[in-house]
């Protein structure tokens, strides 16, 4: 095997996390298009409900990106918004939206240009924990916090020691939408520290994973041939591509050409797309490369 792709034996710890993400594999939900328009109607009731229609009509709109920008949109017609409400006036009540909520990172990341206005946080998911910790900040005026969906707790709760901008720590329910799988924080056994950047679905499956590929544009798209199997976990770090495979139980290191080839095999899903884009690199080795993906279920043939 070349050494663009090497297996882990001495990394206990993402041996140990891969086995806990697998499990986690199990539980996610990928919502649909359909779906996601029947929780934004869902939502927008619940916002109808618990926020003043005077204060709804009225209160600073804004979106967390990226995932929140797609919320937002569809809020935006079922409650009517103006186009002056996504500006600031310095003064009104704030609403922030967002797809879900994990930990509350990027919501503590946002709300902090907003301190001592009333706001309101809306999801489409989220633990209940979540909203809960969210509302007994002190530092903060929250007088709501809804959900569509309430997220199930998975792990222990509390905030992470050296991490004050997360509200909650464990994992919950793993949810994704047609144009992200949210970026999974997990604890890393043995550390105990949580990391970020974990993804359970194929990079074909979400527009967010498969930009996060970086490959250039492909007008000529042929037929899908090749993908990242279902249940394969995978995270990139730099220019490194770090894989579980469940069946085998092994982790994976994918560097240099391996690092690429991957990559743009689970972007553009086939081998013929692959060769043109790195016709700079050896012809023979790229396939090899594939073929040594194929074997080690870090790719399958559709």
């Known amino acids: 095997m070349t050494s663009d792709i090497k297996?882990?034996?001495?990394?206990?710890?993402?041996?140990?996390?891969?086995?806990?993400?697998?499990e986690l594999h199990k539980r996610v939900e990928l919502f649909g298009p359909e779906q996601v328009s029947?929780?934004?109607?869902?939502?927008a009731a619940q916002m109808k409900a618990e926020i003043p229609a005077d204060l709804l009509s009225s209160m600073h709109v804004v979106a967390i990106p990226r995932g929140g920008l797609f919320v937002m949109g569809e809020l935006s017609y079922a409650l009517g918004w103006r186009r002056e409400q996504f500006v600031d006036n310095g003064q009104s009540a704030v609403c922030i939206?967002?797809?879900?909520?994990?930990?509350?990172?990027r919501f503590a990341e946002t709300v902090w240009r907003f301190k001592g206005r009333e706001i309101w946080?809306?999801?489409?998911?989220?633990?209940?924990?979540?909203?809960?910790?969210?509302?007994?900040?002190?530092?903060?005026?929250?007088?709501g916090c809804l959900?569509?969906?309430?997220?199930?707790?998975l792990g222990e709760t509390g905030l992470p020691d050296g991490d004050p901008d997360r509200y909650l720590n464990g994992s919950v329910e793993h949810v994704a939408f047609p144009w992200t799988e949210p970026s999974l924080p997990v604890t890393v056994p043995m550390s105990g520290g949580i990391q970020d950047g974990w993804h359970l679905l194929p990079p074909h499956k979400t527009l967010g994973n498969l930009a996060l590929l970086e490959l250039p544009l492909d007008k000529d798209r042929l037929k899908a041939e090749i993908e990242v199997p279902s249940g394969l976990v995978w995270r990139l770090d730099g220019e490194l591509v770090i894989l579980f495979e469940p069946e085998g139980?092994?982790?994976?290191?994918?560097?240099g050409l391996g690092a690429k080839v991957w990559k743009m095999c689970a972007g553009y899903q086939n081998r013929s797309t692959v060769l043109k884009h790195l016709k700079g690199e050896n012809a023979k080795e790229v396939e090899e490369l594939i073929d040594q993906c194929l074997a080690n279920r870090l790719l399958v043939q559709i």
């Open 147 to 153: 959900a569509a969906v309430d997220l199930a707790l």
């Open 7 to 22: 297996i882990l034996t001495d990394r206990t710890d993402l041996w140990a996390l891969g086995l806990h993400l697998t």
């Open 97 to 105: 939206v967002d797809d879900c909520a994990l930990t509350g990172k």
């Open 249 to 255: 139980k092994q982790v994976y290191e994918l560097s």
């Open 121 to 143: 946080f809306c999801t489409l998911a989220s633990a209940v924990e979540l909203r809960n910790a969210i509302l007994k900040d002190k530092n903060l005026n929250v007088k």
């Open 38 to 43: 029947a929780l934004v109607v869902q939502l």
